[in-house]
T-cell receptor, first 119, second 112 residues
Framework: AQKVTQAQTEISVVEKEDVTLDCVYE???????LFWYKQPPSGELVFLIR??????QNEISGRYSWNFQKSTSSFNFTITASQVVDSAVYFC????????????????FGQGTILTVHP | NAGVTQTPKFQVLKTGQSMTLQCAQDMNHNSMYWYRQDPGMGLRLIYY???????DKGEVPNGYNVSRLNKREFSLRLESAAPSQTSVYFC???????????FGEGSRLTVL
C-alpha cells in the first residue's frame, strides 16, 4: 500500500524567510512518481513538479527547490525568500506503478501543509 | 482549450437529496478520476475510469456512483446525500499511465 506523510500541518513564516515542507512516502514499488501541488486560497490545484524514482537529482526552479532522497524516502520542498503569494496549502503525492501494469493515475496524497507567509 | 471543466462549482443539498456532478475534458485523455478533499486528509480517490466504458472503485466509493458517458465526460452521482459527503470534489484526467493528472477547479458541496 502507498502512503504519504506530511508531518507539518501548518507552518507560519515571515516574508523573506526560507521554509522547507517535509514529505515522506511509503511504497513497495520500484517505479513511482512523486509530485508537489499548490492549492492557493482560490482552491484550484496547481502542479509544481513531478520526479520519477530513478532520478534523484535535486531540482531548482526560481525560488523553489526539491530534495529527493530515496534512502530516506523523502521528497522535501524548499521555498527560498518566501513571499506572501506563497501562502497556500501544499500537497505531496505519490503515483506508484505496480509490476505488470499501470496505476491509472491513482495518486496518493499527503494530508497537506498549510503555509502562511506574513508580510 | 478549457482543460477539465466541472459543474456546478457550488451546491447545497439537504440530507437525502440526490445530485450529479458533471466533469468534461477536452484533452482527449483516456483516463478520468473523481477525488474528494476533506480538511486534514488530502485528496482521496472515489472512483476512476481507466478508459471509456470502464469504471473502478477507489479508496472511498461508498455512497457514490459514476458514469463514463463517453470519452470526454465522467459524472459522479450522489443518490442520497449525507452530511458526511460535505466536501470539495475534484475531477481529473490523464493519458494512459497517468503520469500527470490535470485537475478541474473543484466543486464545493454542502449537505445539510
Amino acid at each position: 500500500a502507498q502512503k504519504v506523510t506530511q508531518a507539518q500541518t501548518e507552518i507560519s513564516v515571515v516574508e523573506k524567510e526560507d521554509v522547507t515542507l517535509d514529505c515522506v512516502y511509503e511504497t513497495r514499488d520500484t517505479t513511482y512518481y512523486l509530485f508537489w501541488y499548490k492549492q492557493p486560497p482560490s482552491g484550484e490545484l496547481v502542479f509544481l513538479i513531478r520526479r520519477n524514482s530513478f532520478d534523484e537529482q535535486n531540482e531548482i526552479s526560481g525560488r523553489y527547490s526539491w530534495n529527493f532522497q530515496k534512502s530516506t524516502s523523502s521528497f522535501n520542498f524548499t521555498i527560498t525568500a518566501s513571499q506572501v503569494v506563497d501562502s497556500a496549502v501544499y500537497f505531496c503525492a505519490l503515483l506508484s506503478y505496480h509490476a505488470g501494469g499501470t496505476s491509472y493515475g491513482k495518486l496518493t496524497f499527503g494530508q497537506g501543509t498549510i503555509l502562511t507567509v506574513h508580510p | 482549450n478549457a482543460g477539465v471543466t466541472q459543474t456546478p462549482k457550488f451546491q447545497v443539498l439537504k440530507t437525502g437529496q440526490s445530485m450529479t456532478l458533471q466533469c468534461a475534458q477536452d484533452m482527449n485523455h483516456n483516463s478520468m478520476y473523481w477525488y474528494r478533499q476533506d480538511p486534514g486528509m488530502g485528496l482521496r480517490l472515489i472512483y476512476y475510469s481507466a478508459s471509456e466504458g470502464t469504471t473502478d472503485k477507489g479508496e472511498v466509493p461508498n455512497g457514490y456512483n459514476v458514469s463514463r458517458l463517453n470519452k470526454r465526460e465522467f459524472s459522479l452521482r450522489l443518490e442520497s446525500a449525507a452530511p458526511s459527503q460535505t466536501s470539495v470534489y475534484f475531477c481529473a484526467s490523464s493519458h494512459p499511465g497517468g503520469r500527470e493528472l490535470f485537475f478541474g477547479e473543484g466543486s464545493r458541496l454542502t449537505v445539510l
